[in-house]
């Protein structure tokens, strides 16, 4: 097995282009139906200044590494001015970049830098929700009963005979009641107001017309910075149902709930939605938006991405899926059937900086099975049709850190419990290099970070994984890579499946099933993606599947995902691997003969591609997908 089907480096150098080119597709492209789009939580990426957080210089040099993975934007958290009680989700100054990351000049370069490099960015916006330092919430509080600005939020005097009963039995996301008593003026205990995440948090009254008019103006003030677009924060939940019912909790409010519940999935929010349309359509780019929706279904879900809308909305579904193929196919087909209903791409995720990082959600107390499911799951996520969001780590392999009271972190570090329970644990600073904390996050060896980092981290760092075959960190450049360049890969609105036995997923994607990237979002071709695109091109000389005839030689991918606990055997599907998530079996030395990968395409496939450590030995005219893999076929 050599090393070269690994090697998808980009050049680490802008690419060549005019002063004025800001945008990395033609204007009119809808490059977010099949782009990868990469999660930065700012605060742990990378540190410049050496304090210990991640901030926007630190995001700048790291662009090569960026570019190098392959991906085609990339969602920074939110960098707003905000005391920082819940991470920057609670934001004080919606037009002013917080001293704690750096400043409006940095951000300014840094979406210079990326566009240059034909990457876009996707800004986050919170507007369920401000700070309590908020200079809304602040004058008041401050004004007490009767200020006009108390009806831009959710007040209302307490039931009881002295109002000290909450005005309803609403609870928060984060624990405890939705509401919190303020004091007035003269120090007596005065109304309540809403919040359904921390009372640091107070819930906007999207009713109110001052919210809507001044959220439309922050937007056009970014978008007018060169934004791309934005992340929703709680989409779901702007709009509350008329008089605020009680609802007689049976338990703990959740985020994703499949009962009703009058606070979250109010229809009211998509008027909201339409109105934002208008003003990203204002703009060329085109500029999007992505919901943060949590909904009891994906039909619930496409409503946010009718054609007057938003642009994408998260798959929770998907995220939330058992390793179990049956779930998975289910979730899989209700997905692309409600995003067509609207003429819309699905998205695909598999965490972010509110959940449990898959690697160990898949585990179940083995973290070998879990980086092997996690894996998989990356190439059945990326052969499907549509967008996909990475969560930054996960391309390294990173586990969740369950034991962050030990090493001397937790909770506090970043306001208290988190989603659905502590989210700390998918948050810790990455490791970049070296072989003692903080592993190159911060500028000087042993210096500070915001989370300690596990010493166990050390051979997962980009710079122990970088160059390595069987890495984690080379499965997922080699996987963007052939992503971008293979004709049936990317944006596209179906798959067909083929016969599988339980345990089992194996469909066939061909060109003619929808285009590829809707717009041209392939940046400049590199040697790495020339190689992609060949090891795909040459790979056609199999029968195939399908019996259309429609796709070309090369111009059909096969994805079979084996969930079970051991090897399955499956008729050949023709053609040759591309790739696999089993880490590729060491060189024996000698040409070999062919057969130990049930291929008989020799000891790297067709052109050095890595597919040969995919599959194992089989009978005659059968390959054998090993226990809990993803493989990928040129067909």
Same mark, same amino acid.
């Given at each position: ?36 789009? #990469?999660? $930065? ?124 009963? &909450? ?21 007596? +205990?005065? !109304? ?5 995440? @921390? ?75 339409? *109105?934002?349309?208008?003003?990203? =359509? ?71 900086? =509110? ?33 996909? #969001?990475? #969560? ?21 570090? @970043? ?22 904390? +903080? ?8 210096? &500070? ?6 010493? @166990? ?23 963007? !890579? ?12 179906? $798959? ?21 990237? =809707? ?13 992609? @695109? ?51 079996? +060491? ?16 000891? =790297? ?11 194992? +030995?089989?009978?005659?005219? *059968? ?5 809990? *893999? ?6």
């Amino acid at each position: 097995m050599t090393t070269r089907a690994h090697t998808t480096a980009r050049p680490d150098r802008p690419r060549t282009a005019p002063a004025a080119v800001r945008s990395p597709v033609r204007p009119g492209g809808r490059w977010w139906r099949g782009a990868v789009i #990469y999660q $930065i939580f700012v605060r742990s990426f990378a540190d410049a200044d050496g304090d210990g957080i991640g901030d926007l210089r630190g995001v700048r040099e790291r662009l090569p590494y960026l570019a190098r993975l392959g991906v085609d934007a990339v969602w920074l958290t939110p960098v707003y001015r905000s005391p920082q009680a819940d991470a920057g989700y609670d934001v004080s100054d919606y037009r002013e970049v917080d001293p704690l990351f750096g400043n409006l000049d940095e951000l300014r370069a840094l979406i210079h830098d990326l566009h240059a490099r034909g990457l876009r960015i996707i800004l986050d916006i919170v507007p369920n929700h401000t700070s309590e330092q908020h200079p809304w919430f602040r004058q008041a509080l401050r004004e007490g009963p009767g200020s006009p600005l108390r009806g831009r939020y959710w007040f209302r005097p307490g039931k009881g005979a002295h109002g000290e009963v &909450p005005p309803n039995d609403w609870e928060s996301v984060f624990g405890g009641p939705a509401w919190t008593r303020t004091t007035d003026p003269d120090g007596t +205990p005065g !109304a309540w107001y809403l919040h359904l995440f @921390s009372p640091g948090q107070p819930d906007l009254n999207w009713q109110h017309p001052a919210v809507r008019d001044e959220f439309r103006s922050i937007l056009r003030r970014w978008l007018d910075l060169g934004a791309d677009g934005f992340r929703i924060d709680v989409a779901h939940g702007l709009v509350k149902e008329p008089g605020l019912p009680d609802i007689a909790p049976s338990e703990q409010a959740r985020l994703l709930c499949t009962e009703y519940l009058p606070f979250f999935e109010q229809d009211g929010v998509h008027e909201i939605y339409r *109105s934002w349309r208008q003003v990203l =359509d204002e703009y060329p780019g085109p500029r999007i938006a992505v919901a943060e929706a949590w909904t009891p279904s994906v039909d619930r879900t496409a409503l946010y991405l009718r054609p007057d809308e938003l642009h994408q909305a998260f798959n929770f579904q998907f995220l939330r899926s058992a390793w179990d193929a049956g779930e998975l196919r289910s979730v899989i087909d209700a997905s692309l059937s409600a995003a067509a209903v609207v003429g819309a791409t699905t998205t695909w995720v598999l965490s972010n900086h =509110d959940v449990v990082r898959h690697t160990t959600r898949y585990a179940g107390g083995d973290p070998e099975r879990g980086l092997r499911r996690a894996r998989a799951a990356l190439l059945l996520m990326l052969a499907l049709p549509g967008s996909a #969001y990475l #969560y930054q780590g996960e391309e390294l392999g990173l586990p969740q850190v369950t034991d962050l009271a030990t090493l001397g972190g937790g909770d506090s570090a @970043s306001g208290g419990k988190g989603r659905e329970g502590a989210r700390e644990g998918c948050r810790v600073p990455l490791p970049w290099s070296g072989t003692e904390p +903080p592993y190159g996050f911060g500028p000087e060896p042993g210096g &500070p970070s915001w989370l300690p980092q596990p010493e @166990s981290w050390a051979g997962l760092s980009v710079e122990a994984q970088s160059g390595d075959p069987a890495s984690t960190l080379e499965l997922y450049r080699s996987a963007l !890579a052939l992503r971008r360049e293979h004709p049936a890969l990317g944006a596209g609105e179906r $798959i067909r499946w083929l016969a599988a036995p339980d345990g089992v997923l194996a469909f066939l994607r061909t060109s003619a099933d929808g285009p590829r990237r =809707d717009g041209g979002g392939a940046r400049a071709g590199t040697r790495a993606s020339a190689q992609a @695109s060949a090891r795909a091109g040459a790979a056609g000389d199999g029968p195939g599947h399908g019996g259309d005839g429609e796709a070309g030689a090369g111009d059909a991918v096969v994805c079979v995902l084996n969930t079970l606990g051991h090897p399955v055997d499956l008729p050949h599907p023709g053609g040759r691997p591309l790739l696999g998530s089993t880490p590729p079996a +060491p060189a024996s030395g000698g040409a070999g003969d062919g057969s130990h990968d049930g291929t008989g395409d020799g000891p =790297d496939g067709p052109d050095g591609a890595d597919g040969a450590g995919a599959v194992e +030995p089989a009978r005659a005219g *059968s390959v054998r997908i090993p226990a809990e *893999s993803c493989v990928w076929w040129a067909i």
